[in-house]
C-alpha cells in the first residue's frame, strides 16, 4: 500500500503544533506496519536544510499562478521515511515561520502557497504525475491540504482515494472568492455543493466536502464536531458526512517521550524505578529558582496561552493554590494579556511560582518528569498530546471533559481506582470553580502516597504508542481501498 501524507508541517523538519507530530510520527508508524508511507511538504529553509540526501527529481509544469515547481526527494533525519519537498523559492524560502512572517502576521499570499501545494499533491495522486511512484491513497491534513480532494475531483480522471484528517476544526482557510478560479478550480465549484463557504472560498470545507474519508484526532472530538458548539459553522456539513467521518486517537513518540531514556532528565526512571522521579522534581526546583520542597505538589502547565487552552481559569484561582502550599510551573507563550498575567503572578509569588515565556524542549521534558500533576483545562481538545506525555511521565493530568482529553484520561472516582482504569483527574464545565475543585481533589490524592502511586503506575501501563493508532488509519485505507 502506497500513501502520501501531503501536510504543511513535519517533526523533525518543522513544527509550530501537534500536526507536525502526527505526521511524522503517522508516516513512521506506517511504514512499520510494511506500507510505504511518504511525505509531501513545502521547501520552507528548515526543511531544505534538515531534510537529508535532498536532490531534485521532478519539474512539475502547469502549476496555477506559478507555472512550474520543483520536486526535490529525501529523507527524514531521524527515521529514514522517504520526503517529496515542494521547491519553490518565492513561495517557501522565508524567514518567519510556516504561517506568518517574524511579526507573527499571516502571510498574505498564504492562499497562492497552499494551493500550489494542494496543487501539487492532487498531481502526485493523479493520472497525470510524470512520477513512477503513485500512492493508493493520498492523506491531506487540515487547510493546508483540504483544496487536494476538490482539484482530484475535477480532473476527471483515474485518481487516489482521499482522506481528510482534520486537526483543529477552527482554522479553515478561509479567503475571498477570487482565489477558486485562480488557483486553477472551475466557477462552478464555487456554490454550497463545493468550495463556497458563507460567501468564501474555504480550503477546509472542499476537503471536508469531497474527501472519501475524514479522520478527526479523537473519538469524542469526531462527535463534537457535528455539534453547533464545536462544529465551527460546518457542523450541518459534517453531519451529513457522518458514514465516512472516524474518529482515530494520536499516540505519542515513545522514542522522544520516554522517561526510561529521555536524555534531558537528571535521572531516567521507569514504571519500576518510579521513585527516582523525585530527582528531577528537585532539579526542576533548583533550575526555575522554586524552593526546593519534596512535599509541596507542583502543578505544571507547557502550552500555547491562548483561550482555548483555558489557562484563564488558573490565573483566576492560582493565587488561592498557592497559598494552599502548591508550587505552578508554567511554559508557554501567545495571549498577551494571559502573558502579563503570568508574569505578575510570578512576581507576586517568588519561589512558588515559575513562568517561562517561550518554548524550550529540555525544559518541556523536564517539567513533565520534575511536576507531579499536569494541568489541561482546555475548552476545547481535538486530541492534545500533553496530557499522554504526563500519563507516560507518571505525571497525572487534571483535564476537562473534551475531545481527546476525554478519550485519553480517566477520572480517579471511587469506581475506577479500584478498576485500575483510574489515570488522573476530569472536569466537566469550564468554569474556575469546577477546575479548582478538581485540582484539590488531586492535590488530595497526591498526599495519599499509596492511592498516588497506584494512579501514576495505570498512567504508565497505557499503551500511547503510534503502533495502536496506525493500525485503525490501516483499517480506514483498507476500506477504502476494497
Given at each position: 500500500?502506497?500513501?502520501?501524507?501531503?501536510?504543511?508541517?513535519?517533526?523533525?523538519?518543522?513544527?509550530?503544533?501537534?500536526?507536525?507530530?502526527?505526521?511524522?510520527?503517522?508516516?513512521?508508524?506506517?511504514?512499520?506496519?510494511?506500507?510505504?508511507?511518504?511525505?509531501?511538504?513545502?521547501?520552507?529553509?528548515?526543511?531544505?536544510?534538515?531534510?537529508?540526501?535532498?536532490?531534485?527529481?521532478?519539474?512539475?509544469?502547469?502549476?496555477?499562478?506559478?507555472?512550474?515547481?520543483?520536486?526535490?526527494?529525501?529523507?527524514?533525519?531521524?527515521?529514514?521515511?522517504?520526503?517529496?519537498?515542494?521547491?519553490?523559492?518565492?513561495?517557501?524560502?522565508?524567514?518567519?515561520?510556516?504561517?506568518?512572517?517574524?511579526?507573527?502576521?499571516?502571510?498574505?499570499?498564504?492562499?497562492?502557497?497552499?494551493?500550489?501545494?494542494?496543487?501539487?499533491?492532487?498531481?502526485?495522486?493523479?493520472?497525470?504525475?510524470?512520477?513512477?511512484?503513485?500512492?493508493?491513497?493520498?492523506?491531506?491534513?487540515?487547510?493546508?491540504?483540504?483544496?487536494?480532494?476538490?482539484?482530484?475531483?475535477?480532473?476527471?480522471?483515474?485518481?487516489?482515494?482521499?482522506?481528510?484528517?482534520?486537526?483543529?476544526?477552527?482554522?479553515?482557510?478561509?479567503?475571498?472568492?477570487?482565489?477558486?478560479?485562480?488557483?486553477?478550480?472551475?466557477?462552478?465549484?464555487?456554490?454550497?455543493?463545493?468550495?463556497?463557504?458563507?460567501?468564501?472560498?474555504?480550503?477546509?470545507?472542499?476537503?471536508?466536502?469531497?474527501?472519501?474519508?475524514?479522520?478527526?484526532?479523537?473519538?469524542?472530538?469526531?462527535?463534537?464536531?457535528?455539534?453547533?458548539?464545536y462544529g465551527c459553522g460546518m457542523q450541518g456539513l459534517l453531519k451529513t458526512r457522518a458514514r465516512v467521518l472516524r474518529g482515530i486517537l494520536n499516540g505519542i513518540d515513545?522514542?522522544?517521550?520516554?522517561?526510561?531514556?529521555?536524555?534531558?532528565?537528571?535521572?531516567?526512571?521507569?514504571?519500576?524505578?518510579?521513585?527516582?522521579?523525585?530527582?528531577?522534581?528537585?532539579?526542576?526546583?533548583?533550575?526555575?529558582?522554586?524552593?526546593?520542597?519534596?512535599?509541596?505538589?507542583?502543578?505544571?502547565?507547557?502550552?500555547?496561552?491562548?483561550?482555548?487552552?483555558?489557562?484563564?481559569?488558573?490565573?483566576?484561582?492560582?493565587?488561592?493554590?498557592?497559598?494552599?502550599?502548591?508550587?505552578?510551573?508554567?511554559?508557554?507563550?501567545?495571549?498577551?494579556?494571559?502573558?502579563?498575567?503570568?508574569?505578575?503572578?510570578?512576581?507576586?509569588?517568588?519561589?512558588?511560582?515559575?513562568?517561562?515565556?517561550?518554548?524550550?524542549?529540555?525544559?518541556?521534558?523536564?517539567?513533565?518528569?520534575?511536576?507531579?500533576?499536569?494541568?489541561?483545562?482546555?475548552?476545547?481538545?481535538?486530541?492534545?498530546?500533553?496530557?499522554?506525555?504526563?500519563?507516560?511521565?507518571?505525571?497525572?493530568?487534571?483535564?476537562?471533559?473534551?475531545?481527546?482529553?476525554?478519550?485519553?484520561?480517566?477520572?480517579?472516582?471511587?469506581?475506577?481506582?479500584?478498576?485500575?482504569?483510574?489515570?488522573?483527574?476530569?472536569?466537566?464545565?469550564?468554569?474556575?470553580?469546577?477546575?479548582?475543585?478538581?485540582?484539590?481533589?488531586?492535590?488530595?490524592?497526591?498526599?495519599?502516597?499509596?492511592?498516588?502511586?497506584?494512579?501514576?503506575?495505570?498512567?504508565?501501563?497505557?499503551?500511547?504508542?503510534?503502533?495502536?493508532?496506525?493500525?485503525?488509519?490501516?483499517?480506514?485505507?483498507?476500506?477504502?481501498?476494497?
Amino acid at each position: 500500500m502506497r500513501i502520501l501524507i501531503a501536510t504543511s508541517e513535519a517533526y523533525p523538519l518543522i513544527k509550530t503544533g501537534g500536526l507536525a507530530d502526527v505526521s511524522g510520527s503517522l508516516a513512521d508508524a506506517l511504514r512499520k506496519q510494511a506500507v510505504d508511507a511518504r511525505i509531501l511538504i513545502p521547501g520552507y529553509p528548515q526543511v531544505l536544510a534538515k531534510t537529508k540526501d535532498l536532490e531534485p527529481i521532478q519539474r512539475l509544469d502547469f502549476i496555477p499562478q506559478v507555472g512550474s515547481v520543483t520536486l526535490l526527494q529525501g529523507t527524514m533525519p531521524d527515521r529514514g521515511t522517504p520526503v517529496y519537498v515542494l521547491d519553490h523559492p518565492y513561495l517557501y524560502r522565508r524567514e518567519g515561520g510556516p504561517y506568518q512572517d517574524m511579526m507573527g502576521r499571516d502571510w498574505a499570499d498564504n492562499p497562492l502557497r497552499f494551493g500550489v501545494l494542494s496543487h501539487v499533491a492532487a498531481v502526485m495522486s493523479s493520472g497525470h504525475s510524470p512520477l513512477e511512484w503513485k500512492p493508493d491513497i493520498v492523506h491531506c491534513n487540515d487547510w493546508q491540504t483540504g483544496l487536494t480532494p476538490a482539484i482530484l475531483h475535477y480532473f476527471g480522471t483515474s485518481r487516489a482515494k482521499t482522506v481528510l484528517g482534520i486537526h483543529n476544526l477552527a482554522y479553515q482557510g478561509n479567503f475571498a472568492p477570487e482565489w477558486v478560479t485562480l488557483l486553477g478550480l472551475p466557477p462552478h465549484s464555487y456554490q454550497i455543493e463545493g468550495v463556497e463557504y458563507y460567501g468564501q472560498m474555504s480550503f477546509l470545507k472542499a476537503g471536508v466536502y469531497y474527501a472519501d474519508a475524514i479522520i478527526t484526532v479523537s473519538p469524542t472530538y469526531a462527535k463534537e464536531i457535528q455539534t453547533d458548539e464545536y462544529g465551527c459553522g460546518m457542523q450541518g456539513l459534517l453531519k451529513t458526512r457522518a458514514r465516512v467521518l472516524r474518529g482515530i486517537l494520536n499516540g505519542i513518540d515513545t522514542r522522544e517521550w520516554n522517561p526510561a531514556i529521555d536524555p534531558y532528565l537528571v535521572r531516567n526512571y521507569d514504571i519500576d524505578r518510579i521513585g527516582d522521579k523525585q530527582a528531577n522534581k528537585e532539579a526542576l526546583q533548583l533550575r526555575l529558582d522554586l524552593d526546593v520542597d519534596p512535599h509541596a505538589p507542583l502543578l505544571a502547565v507547557v502550552s500555547r496561552l491562548a483561550y482555548q487552552k483555558g489557562l484563564d481559569l488558573l490565573l483566576a484561582c492560582a493565587s488561592t493554590l498557592v497559598h494552599e502550599g502548591a508550587q505552578i510551573v508554567l511554559l508557554g507563550s501567545g495571549d498577551p494579556a494571559l502573558e502579563f498575567g503570568f508574569n505578575q503572578l510570578h512576581k507576586a509569588h517568588p519561589g512558588r511560582v515559575s513562568v517561562t515565556i517561550g518554548y524550550s524542549e529540555s525544559l518541556s521534558h523536564q517539567i513533565m518528569a520534575g511536576s507531579d500533576i499536569f494541568l489541561m483545562p482546555s475548552r476545547f481538545e481535538p486530541c492534545g498530546l500533553n496530557q499522554m506525555y504526563g500519563l507516560a511521565y507518571g505525571t497525572p493530568p487534571v483535564v476537562r471533559r473534551t475531545g481527546g482529553l476525554a478519550d485519553s484520561v480517566h477520572d480517579a472516582c471511587e469506581t475506577n481506582l479500584e478498576s485500575g482504569k483510574a489515570t488522573g483527574f476530569v472536569f466537566e464545565h469550564a468554569n474556575e470553580a469546577e477546575f479548582l475543585t478538581c485540582i484539590r481533589r488531586a492535590v488530595g490524592t497526591f498526599e495519599d502516597k499509596k492511592t498516588w502511586r497506584k494512579l501514576q503506575t495505570n498512567g504508565m501501563r497505557q499503551d500511547l504508542s503510534w503502533t495502536r493508532s496506525a493500525k485503525e488509519y490501516l483499517e480506514v485505507y483498507r476500506s477504502l481501498l476494497q
